[in-house]
C-alpha cells in the first residue's frame, strides 16, 4: 500500500508515520479534548486494515486536527479529522458531515464505497 505525500510524491505506507503525524497535528490542534495515543493508534490501524480489502485507486486522509485537516488534505479523495468526541468526514478538503468518534471509520469505509 502506498501513500501520497503533501508534496504529491508517493512513498510506501508506514504505520508508524501516520501515528507520529496525527499525534503531532492533535497536540498543536488546541481543543478542549484532544485524543489520546491509544486512540490515535487505534484509528490508524484499523484503517489500515480496512483499507487492505480496497481495490481502487483512492487518497485517503486520516487528520488529527478537525479545523485544519480537511483544508490541509484537501487533495485527499475522502478522509476524517477527529477530535473533542467527534469526527468529521469530507471529500477533496469539503466536510461532508459530523460523525461520532466511536464510528468514524466506519463512516469512512461507507463513504469510500460510494466513490
Known amino acids: 500500500?502506498?501513500?501520497?505525500?503533501?508534496?504529491?510524491?508517493?512513498?510506501?505506507?508506514?504505520?508508524?508515520?501516520?501515528?507520529?503525524?496525527?499525534?503531532?497535528?492533535?497536540?498543536?490542534?488546541?481543543?478542549?479534548?484532544?485524543?489520546?495515543?491509544?486512540?490515535?493508534?487505534?484509528?490508524?490501524?484499523?484503517?489500515?486494515?480496512?483499507?487492505?480489502a480496497v481495490h481502487k485507486p483512492v487518497t485517503v486522509a486520516v487528520m488529527g486536527c478537525v479545523v485544519n485537516g480537511p483544508g490541509e488534505a484537501k487533495e485527499a479523495d475522502i478522509g476524517i479529522a477527529g477530535g473533542d468526541g467527534k469526527a468529521v468526514l469530507f471529500k477533496k478538503g469539503q466536510i461532508v458531515r459530523t460523525v461520532e468518534e466511536s464510528c468514524a471509520v466506519e463512516e469512512l469505509m461507507r463513504e469510500l464505497e460510494t466513490l
Not at 510524491?9 to 489520546?36: M, P
Request: aromatic share 2%.
Open 1 to 52: 500500500m502506498k501513500i501520497m505525500k503533501r508534496n504529491g510524491s508517493e512513498v510506501v505506507f508506514d504505520i508508524t508515520k501516520i501515528i507520529a503525524a496525527v499525534t503531532k497535528a492533535n497536540n498543536a490542534d488546541g481543543q478542549s479534548r484532544e485524543l489520546t495515543g491509544e486512540q490515535i493508534r487505534a484509528i490508524a490501524a484499523e484503517v489500515e486494515e480496512r483499507l487492505r
